[in-house]
T-cell receptor, first 112, second 110 residues
Framework: NAGVTQTPKFRILKIGQSMTLQCTQD?????MYWYRQDPGMGLKLIYY???????DKGEVPNGYNVSRSTTEDFPLRLELAAPSQTSVYFC???????????FGQGTRLTVV | RKEVEQDPGPFNVPEGATVAFNCTYS??????FFWYRQDCRKEPKLLMS???SGNEDGRFTAQLNRASQYISLLIRDSKLSDSATYLC???????????FGTGTRLLVSP
Protein backbone atom coordinates (compact mmCIF):
# COMPACT_ATOMS: atom_id res chain seq x y z
CA ASN A 1 0.00 0.00 0.00
CA ALA A 2 1.21 3.48 -0.85
CA GLY A 3 -0.38 5.08 2.24
CA VAL A 4 0.15 8.85 2.25
CA THR A 5 2.13 10.25 -0.68
CA GLN A 6 3.55 13.76 -0.82
CA THR A 7 5.09 15.53 -3.78
CA PRO A 8 7.54 17.08 -4.31
CA LYS A 9 10.09 15.82 -1.77
CA PHE A 10 12.26 18.93 -2.09
CA ARG A 11 11.69 22.41 -3.48
CA ILE A 12 13.44 25.75 -3.51
CA LEU A 13 11.25 28.81 -4.03
CA LYS A 14 12.09 32.43 -4.47
CA ILE A 15 10.37 35.03 -2.28
CA GLY A 16 6.97 35.88 -3.70
CA GLN A 17 6.58 32.72 -5.78
CA SER A 18 3.68 30.39 -5.28
CA MET A 19 3.40 26.62 -5.26
CA THR A 20 1.15 23.73 -4.32
CA LEU A 21 2.27 20.86 -2.14
CA GLN A 22 0.44 17.73 -3.15
CA CYS A 23 -0.86 15.08 -0.75
CA THR A 24 -2.85 11.99 -1.61
CA GLN A 25 -3.85 8.95 0.43
CA ASP A 26 -5.24 5.60 -0.69
CA UNK A 27 -6.64 4.42 2.65
CA UNK A 28 -10.07 6.05 2.24
CA UNK A 29 -9.41 8.14 5.34
CA UNK A 30 -11.79 10.98 6.12
CA UNK A 31 -9.37 13.02 8.23
CA MET A 32 -6.37 14.73 6.68
CA TYR A 33 -3.85 17.17 8.13
CA TRP A 34 -1.03 19.48 7.14
CA TYR A 35 1.75 20.13 9.62
CA ARG A 36 4.98 22.08 9.41
CA GLN A 37 8.10 21.29 11.40
CA ASP A 38 10.86 23.83 11.87
CA PRO A 39 14.37 22.63 12.82
CA GLY A 40 14.48 21.26 16.36
CA MET A 41 10.82 21.98 16.90
CA GLY A 42 7.60 20.01 17.13
CA LEU A 43 4.89 19.74 14.52
CA LYS A 44 2.47 22.63 14.18
CA LEU A 45 -0.94 22.14 12.58
CA ILE A 46 -1.58 24.37 9.57
CA TYR A 47 -4.96 23.12 8.29
CA TYR A 48 -7.02 20.00 8.61
CA UNK A 49 -10.06 18.42 6.99
CA UNK A 50 -12.66 16.02 8.36
CA UNK A 51 -14.00 15.08 4.96
CA UNK A 52 -14.40 16.14 1.35
CA UNK A 53 -15.56 19.74 1.11
CA UNK A 54 -14.70 20.60 4.73
CA UNK A 55 -11.54 22.34 5.90
CA ASP A 56 -10.56 24.12 9.11
CA LYS A 57 -7.67 26.25 10.30
CA GLY A 58 -5.10 24.88 12.65
CA GLU A 59 -2.56 26.69 14.80
CA VAL A 60 -0.55 28.42 12.01
CA PRO A 61 -2.77 28.92 8.90
CA ASN A 62 -1.56 32.36 7.78
CA GLY A 63 0.06 32.32 4.34
CA TYR A 64 -1.51 29.01 3.35
CA ASN A 65 -4.68 27.74 1.72
CA VAL A 66 -6.14 24.28 1.30
CA SER A 67 -8.94 22.53 -0.54
CA ARG A 68 -10.49 19.09 -0.21
CA SER A 69 -12.48 18.28 -3.33
CA THR A 70 -12.01 14.52 -2.98
CA THR A 71 -11.44 12.11 -0.11
CA GLU A 72 -8.01 11.18 -1.48
CA ASP A 73 -6.41 14.59 -2.08
CA PHE A 74 -5.57 17.48 0.23
CA PRO A 75 -3.27 20.00 -1.49
CA LEU A 76 -1.63 22.87 0.39
CA ARG A 77 -1.16 26.15 -1.46
CA LEU A 78 1.45 28.82 -0.71
CA GLU A 79 0.50 32.02 -2.52
CA LEU A 80 3.38 34.41 -1.78
CA ALA A 81 6.32 32.49 -0.41
CA ALA A 82 8.26 34.09 2.44
CA PRO A 83 11.50 32.99 4.14
CA SER A 84 9.48 32.24 7.30
CA GLN A 85 7.81 29.42 5.36
CA THR A 86 11.08 27.54 5.03
CA SER A 87 10.26 24.29 6.79
CA VAL A 88 9.47 20.62 6.40
CA TYR A 89 5.82 20.01 5.59
CA PHE A 90 4.10 16.77 6.55
CA CYS A 91 0.73 15.58 5.38
CA UNK A 92 -1.11 12.98 7.46
CA UNK A 93 -4.39 11.11 7.46
CA UNK A 94 -6.46 9.13 9.93
CA UNK A 95 -9.48 6.94 9.49
CA UNK A 96 -11.65 7.86 12.47
CA UNK A 97 -11.89 10.26 15.38
CA UNK A 98 -9.46 9.59 18.20
CA UNK A 99 -7.23 7.32 16.15
CA UNK A 100 -3.60 7.58 15.13
CA UNK A 101 -2.48 9.41 12.02
CA UNK A 102 -0.26 8.12 9.24
CA PHE A 103 2.27 10.47 7.72
CA GLY A 104 3.72 11.10 4.31
CA GLN A 105 7.49 11.36 3.89
CA GLY A 106 7.47 15.14 3.95
CA THR A 107 8.31 18.02 1.63
CA ARG A 108 11.41 20.06 2.41
CA LEU A 109 10.78 23.62 1.30
CA THR A 110 13.35 26.40 1.23
CA VAL A 111 12.36 29.98 0.42
CA VAL A 112 15.24 32.24 -0.62
CA ARG B 1 0.82 26.97 29.08
CA LYS B 2 1.48 24.77 26.05
CA GLU B 3 -1.10 22.14 25.21
CA VAL B 4 1.50 19.38 25.28
CA GLU B 5 4.87 19.71 27.00
CA GLN B 6 7.92 17.50 26.90
CA ASP B 7 11.49 17.74 28.15
CA PRO B 8 13.49 18.21 24.93
CA GLY B 9 16.54 16.34 26.31
CA PRO B 10 18.76 15.00 24.97
CA PHE B 11 18.78 11.96 27.18
CA ASN B 12 22.16 10.27 26.80
CA VAL B 13 22.11 6.66 28.01
CA PRO B 14 24.34 3.61 27.53
CA GLU B 15 23.11 0.47 25.80
CA GLY B 16 21.09 -1.69 28.15
CA ALA B 17 19.88 1.19 30.29
CA THR B 18 16.28 1.92 31.22
CA VAL B 19 15.03 5.39 30.38
CA ALA B 20 11.70 7.11 30.98
CA PHE B 21 10.08 10.14 29.39
CA ASN B 22 7.13 12.12 30.65
CA CYS B 23 4.73 14.37 28.84
CA THR B 24 2.11 16.68 30.33
CA TYR B 25 -1.06 17.95 28.65
CA SER B 26 -3.19 20.92 29.58
CA UNK B 27 -6.71 19.95 28.49
CA UNK B 28 -8.31 17.56 30.94
CA UNK B 29 -10.94 16.63 28.32
CA UNK B 30 -8.34 15.21 25.93
CA UNK B 31 -9.46 11.95 24.44
CA UNK B 32 -6.57 9.90 23.10
CA PHE B 33 -2.84 9.69 23.57
CA PHE B 34 0.04 8.31 21.55
CA TRP B 35 3.80 8.08 21.42
CA TYR B 36 5.39 8.57 18.01
CA ARG B 37 9.00 8.05 17.04
CA GLN B 38 10.79 10.34 14.60
CA ASP B 39 14.19 9.59 13.11
CA CYS B 40 16.33 12.43 11.82
CA ARG B 41 14.79 14.06 8.74
CA LYS B 42 12.07 11.41 8.52
CA GLU B 43 8.32 11.39 9.08
CA PRO B 44 6.87 10.55 12.52
CA LYS B 45 5.76 6.95 12.94
CA LEU B 46 3.41 5.55 15.54
CA LEU B 47 5.25 3.78 18.35
CA MET B 48 2.29 2.95 20.54
CA SER B 49 -1.09 4.12 21.74
CA UNK B 50 -1.51 4.93 25.42
CA UNK B 51 -4.48 3.46 27.26
CA UNK B 52 -5.87 4.27 30.68
CA SER B 53 -4.91 0.79 31.86
CA GLY B 54 -1.38 1.18 30.52
CA ASN B 55 0.09 -0.94 27.78
CA GLU B 56 3.29 -2.76 26.99
CA ASP B 57 4.90 -3.70 23.70
CA GLY B 58 8.12 -5.61 24.16
CA ARG B 59 10.65 -3.29 25.78
CA PHE B 60 8.28 -0.33 25.69
CA THR B 61 5.68 0.53 28.34
CA ALA B 62 3.29 3.47 28.19
CA GLN B 63 1.21 4.80 31.05
CA LEU B 64 -1.53 7.41 31.33
CA ASN B 65 -2.30 9.37 34.49
CA ARG B 66 -5.47 11.34 33.89
CA ALA B 67 -5.60 12.82 37.39
CA SER B 68 -2.19 14.45 36.96
CA GLN B 69 -2.57 14.88 33.19
CA TYR B 70 0.60 13.19 32.07
CA ILE B 71 1.66 10.22 30.03
CA SER B 72 4.91 8.34 30.24
CA LEU B 73 7.06 6.09 28.09
CA LEU B 74 9.51 3.60 29.59
CA ILE B 75 12.15 1.95 27.44
CA ARG B 76 13.96 -1.02 28.95
CA ASP B 77 17.23 -2.54 27.74
CA SER B 78 17.95 0.38 25.38
CA LYS B 79 19.39 -0.43 21.97
CA LEU B 80 21.48 1.76 19.70
CA SER B 81 18.56 1.68 17.28
CA ASP B 82 16.34 3.36 19.88
CA SER B 83 18.19 6.64 19.26
CA ALA B 84 15.51 8.98 17.92
CA THR B 85 13.14 11.73 18.95
CA TYR B 86 10.03 10.59 20.81
CA LEU B 87 6.94 12.70 20.26
CA CYS B 88 4.02 12.84 22.67
CA UNK B 89 0.70 13.27 20.87
CA UNK B 90 -2.66 14.21 22.36
CA UNK B 91 -6.04 14.32 20.66
CA UNK B 92 -8.29 17.04 22.03
CA UNK B 93 -11.96 16.88 23.06
CA UNK B 94 -13.29 17.06 19.50
CA UNK B 95 -11.42 13.91 18.59
CA UNK B 96 -10.12 15.45 15.39
CA UNK B 97 -6.87 17.33 15.95
CA UNK B 98 -3.60 15.69 16.92
CA UNK B 99 -1.44 18.04 19.00
CA PHE B 100 2.25 17.24 19.16
CA GLY B 101 4.79 17.95 21.85
CA THR B 102 8.17 19.25 20.74
CA GLY B 103 9.72 15.83 21.29
CA THR B 104 12.34 14.28 23.54
CA ARG B 105 15.62 13.31 21.96
CA LEU B 106 17.19 10.02 23.03
CA LEU B 107 20.80 9.10 22.29
CA VAL B 108 21.88 5.55 23.11
CA SER B 109 25.64 5.01 23.11
CA PRO B 110 27.71 1.80 23.01
Amino acid sequence: NAGVTQTPKFRILKIGQSMTLQCTQDMNHNYMYWYRQDPGMGLKLIYYSVGAGITDKGEVPNGYNVSRSTTEDFPLRLELAAPSQTSVYFCASSGQVNTEAFFGQGTRLTVV
Amino acid sequence: RKEVEQDPGPFNVPEGATVAFNCTYSNSASQSFFWYRQDCRKEPKLLMSVYSSGNEDGRFTAQLNRASQYISLLIRDSKLSDSATYLCVVIGPGGEKLVFGTGTRLLVSP
